[in-house]
Structure formats: C-alpha cells, structure tokens
C-alpha cells in the first residue's frame, strides 16, 4: 500500500467545529503536524501523537517534514487552520509531492473562515462571493488591487482573509478606497474576529466605516453586494427569493 | 428565553463530513425540517426526530415551517446541504425573520461543494476565489455574465454551483463560451460529480474540453487561474511559495 499523508483542514478552532471526518484521521495518526499555534488548539484526546512543527515562514520544510515522516511509515496528518485546500498548504503538498510518488496525498475539507465568519454575522455570502486575500507576502499587490477591482464590478459579496497585519497595517484602508472608488459607501458590511475561539467579536458596519475599523490578523472581513441589508444587527445577502 | 431556529449546513451528505457541532445541534433538535432529499441522508440516529419538509421551490413555506414549529415550544433545525449560508436557506429564514422577533436565528456553518470538492480534486481553489452559480432561477442571467466576465478578468480560480438540470442543459457551454473570450482554452479546470457520496466522480480537462463536458445538478465545476496546472491527476492551484 502506497504512504498517505492525511492534509486535514481543522476549521476554525474548536474541535466541535471540525469535521468528523477530521477527528478520526487524526485520531488515526501517528505525526500531527502543524503550525504550533494550531497543534495548541487540539485537544485533550490527541495528546499522545507525536507533534512536528516549523515557525511561520518554514512551510517547504512543514511539508518536507511530512513526507520525511510518511516515508519512515508513519501515518501522518498536517493540519493547516479553516480549509487546508484555500490559503493552506495543500497546493505546496501537490507541487512538492511530485518528488515523492510513493506517496499519497489526501486532502480532508474543513470550514473556512468565509463559512464560519459568515455565521456569526448572519449571511453575508448568501449569493455569488470572492474570497481574498490581502495578504502581500506571496501576491504582488497589483493583483491583490486588480481582484478587488474586478470583485466589485461584479457585484460579488467578498470576504476578505488576512485584512492587516503588523507590517500592513493599513492594508484593509488601502482595499476600502479602491472598492469606495465604485461601490456606495453606505454599502452594508461586516468583520468578525476570533471566529470560533474565545472572545469572538462581530461588528456590522458600512463600506466607509469599515475603512478605519481596528482588525488585526485574526479578523476576517466582509463586504455585502448591492442588494445586502443589515438587519436586525445581522449582514444578509439576499438570494433573491420573492416573500 | 428566546425560541431558537438552527440553520445548518449538513455539508456535502455523508455524516462523517459533518462537523461534530451540526451533529450535536441535530441530535438535540424535535423537529428536523429540510427538502426531502437531504432529510434521506440524515442517519439511523437521527430517526427519532419529526422530519418536516416541503417540496422544491416551496422554500419559503419549509423556512415559515420553521418559525410555526419553534413557536410551539420545539427546538428546531433547518438543514441544507452544504453551507446554508452559501446559496442555502439562511439568508430567508433573516428575512423572514424579521416578522418573528422573538425567534432568534442561529447558523451552523458546513462544508460547502467549493471545499469539498476541491479536496477531491486537489487543491484548485489554493488562491483568490469566486463563487458563482449558473442558476436564473433567482438571478437574472445578465448578471451572472457580467460576474463570470469580472471572474476571468481578475484572474481568480472559479468554483460554479449548479452548472445544469433539465432546463438549462446548455448554461455551462454557455458559460464556458464567456470565459474562453478572455481565458485560453488550455487552462486548466476540472469538474466532481456526486461529492461525498456514492459514484462520485472526478475530472480535470482544459476550458475547451469543459465546454463540451457533461454535467449534471450534482456536480461542481472548478476553473483554474493563470498558474493552475494539473499534477499527476490533480487540479492544483499554486499560492506562490518558492520550492
């Protein structure tokens, strides 16, 4: 039997947010690795595999880790947080991969902050939505500038991941401006922080207030489509269903 | 205390994909209500509950079902598939909402078909993202051009929701046909049929092939970006990290 190497999406954080699925592969592992903030999130119950981490910004040798340990015989599993498969490590696995085709590759979805953040704040991505990243680190930021401008021209609702950061501080200001360049600015909007961990915090907003809100890298932001209200304090994007 | 409605999103059908808090909120639930479909795949455990549905196209009087229940005194779930704020019922059961206001709305996020069937066919949503649904049931088709159009121009990877049914068996060729304006005809895509059940089914083809697939309502349909590439079998779109 060829190795496998289980790439698990954990969701947001509370193991009741993971998949069942998820729980039993990495019950049935032998290496759990992950980010250490991320291994720390795991509970009590897993507390006897063996866990492998590298710092932020060693994700190629996260990865090379995994094969390294799959090929020992170990069955292993890399937990990435939300989805493993957007904005994880599942796409780095694939390319390096193509040096180990002894081994597997599994990918375990998870809920991503889109789905979750969304909760929390009611339905801000009830219809046709991007997900982005504001995130510079990977992107060039003429790309990043390009998505946003050609999300609003589709009127997409957009949910965005990595809104600021220590070093990009003013990054979701700068996002706001090019989306204010088309789109109202009393456009119903939204960001929630923490998302399924303690002290999660929702905020309903407009487009232009959203400009100066206080996020940091554990919030995820949405902005609603033309036809998005909020009611009653919840972010909702209507399908279009006559009632 | 508030009469509470759950909103939940069941993911892709098969219970293991299920998070344990969908599963939880279930199993405390009297009244479980849903199209009769998904209600079929709710497992043995869930047996002892009151299941109430109504037939498609009636989701306004399943979401009103709801409300009349939850008034009697009995905690109620509402499922989807999927996530029920993604093209789910969430967003009505808000609207609706507001006539009830002693009737507080909670959403229970699930695993969505972009996620889902991403992990199936490997990692082809791994940057930037749109979703968009090929439906003009509640959208007018107009639209749904102009956000494939904005999709291609900003170079995001696409999942497509709903691709055909019997009415519109040509709305994927359709759509194909607007993306290949902008987009070259060897990108690479893919396509999962039947995600987390029995038969499914997974493809990868450029654009052009893709036109000319065959689809149906239960499958899901991914366009790579302009980094896409397809390895050994799987549809993987790059983050950027240097390997």
């Avoid at 993971?18 to 509970?43: F, H, N, R, W």
Wanted: aromatic share 8%.
């Amino acid at each position: 039997m060829k190795a496998r190497i289980y790439i698990v999406g954990m969701g947001p954080g509370r193991e009741e947010m993971m998949t069942v699925e998820a729980i039993q592969v990495l019950e049935q592992s032998d290496v759990i690795v992950g980010y250490p903030v991320y291994l720390k999130l795991l509970g009590e119950r897993f507390q006897d595999k063996e866990f492998l981490s590298t710092p932020m910004k060693q994700e190629k040798e996260r990865c090379l880790m995994c094969f390294a340990e799959a090929l020992k015989g170990k069955q292993v599993s890399l937990i990435c947080s939300g989805d493993a498969g957007i904005y994880g490590l599942a796409s780095l696995m694939y390319e390096l991969g193509r040096e180990y085709p002894e081994v597997e590759l599994i990918v375990i979805p998870g809920i991503t902050a889109a789905s979750s953040g969304a909760a929390v704040l009611g339905a801000p991505l009830n219809h046709d939505f991007c997900v982005i990243s504001l995130s510079d680190l990977l992107t060039p930021w003429e790309k990043i500038e390009k998505r946003l401008t050609a999300a609003a021209e589709g009127d997409f609702a957009i949910a965005i991941y990595n809104p600021s950061s220590h070093k990009r501080h003013d990054y979701l200001q700068k996002a706001c401006d090019i989306l204010l360049a088309s789109i109202e600015g009393e456009r119903a909007c939204g960001y929630v922080e923490n998302i399924g961990r303690d002290g999660t915090r929702a905020v309903t907003c407009t487009l232009r207030e959203l400009r100066d809100a206080n996020v940091n890298m554990f919030t995820t932001v949405f902005i609603g489509n033309s036809g998005s209200e909020i009611m009653d304090g919840k972010l909702v994007t209507r399908r279009g269903y006559s009632i």
